[in-house]
C-alpha cells in the first residue's frame, strides 16, 4: 500500500505561484508513474500532469501548458507541481496520484485517466483570487 500526502496549497492572487509537493510511502517510489488531478466546486475531477516513471516524460492538460511544471525527485520519494502565472480559474482541490509498478511495463509512460492509477491523496486546497 501507497500512501500520498499533498502540501503546499493555499490562497493566492491571480498571477501568482504555488508549489504543490507529494510526499509517498514505500521503497519503490521510482517505480512509479505519478500525476496530478484536481477537482473544482461543482465540477469532476480533472487530470493536470503526469510524469514518467524516471521524471524523463512529462504530459500535461491543455489548460495548464506552458504555466505549470511536474517534477520529481525520487532520492526523496515526492513528486512536485510548479504552478505558475495562476488564474482563478485554477481554484480546486489538487490530488496526487500514483500507479502500481504492476500495472507499468514501460518505464517511459504517462497516464492521464483516473482509472490509470491506483493511489490518491487526500488532496490540498488552491484557491487563486482575482
Known amino acids: 500500500q501507497v500512501q500520498l500526502v499533498e502540501s503546499g496549497g493555499g490562497l493566492v492572487q491571480a498571477g501568482g505561484s504555488l508549489r504543490l509537493s507529494c510526499a509517498a510511502s514505500g521503497r519503490t517510489f521510482g517505480k512509479y508513474p505519478m500525476g496530478w488531478f484536481r477537482q473544482a466546486p461543482g465540477k469532476e475531477r480533472e487530470f493536470v500532469s503526469a510524469?514518467?516513471?524516471?521524471?524523463?516524460?512529462?504530459y500535461y492538460a491543455d489548460s495548464v501548458k506552458g504555466r505549470f511544471t511536474i517534477s520529481r525527485d525520487n532520492t526523496k520519494n515526492t513528486v512536485f507541481l510548479q504552478m505558475n502565472s495562476l488564474k482563478p480559474e485554477d481554484t480546486a482541490v489538487y490530488y496526487c496520484?500514483?500507479?502500481?509498478?504492476?500495472?507499468?511495463?514501460?518505464?517511459?509512460?504517462?497516464?492521464?485517466?483516473?482509472?490509470?492509477?491506483?493511489?490518491w491523496g487526500q488532496g490540498t486546497q488552491v484557491t487563486v483570487s482575482s
Open positions: 510524469v514518467s516513471q524516471g521524471g524523463g516524460r512529462t
Open positions: 496520484a500514483a500507479r502500481s509498478e504492476r500495472r507499468t511495463h514501460y518505464s517511459g509512460s504517462v497516464y492521464y485517466t483516473e482509472s490509470d492509477y491506483d493511489y
